[in-house]
């Protein structure tokens, strides 16, 4: 799977957001409606699938899924 495919694949099967709505452009907050508990949530999980620790504040409720990829890229 490419970074792209796990990160969506984090979001949707780990967190329960609907697929149709997962895009590159999409943000957690505005766009699929992640709150501050859900975002803990997304963190965990995309530090458990890169086997990683993500600096606190890198990942915000404006990110888009576009600055995870990249982000998740360069660990």
Known sequence: MSVEELVKDVLINDIGMDDVEVSL???LK???GV???ELVEVIAA????F???I???V???KSSVREI????RGV
């Open 25 to 27: 452009n999409s943000r």
């Open 46 to 49: 995309l530090e458990k699938r």
């Open 30 to 32: 505005e766009d699929l």
């Open 55 to 57: 600096p606190e504040g």
């Open 69 to 72: 990829v990249e982000l998740c």
């Open 51 to 53: 086997k990683t620790k």
């Open 35 to 37: 709150d501050s508990t």
């Open 59 to 61: 990942i915000g409720l």
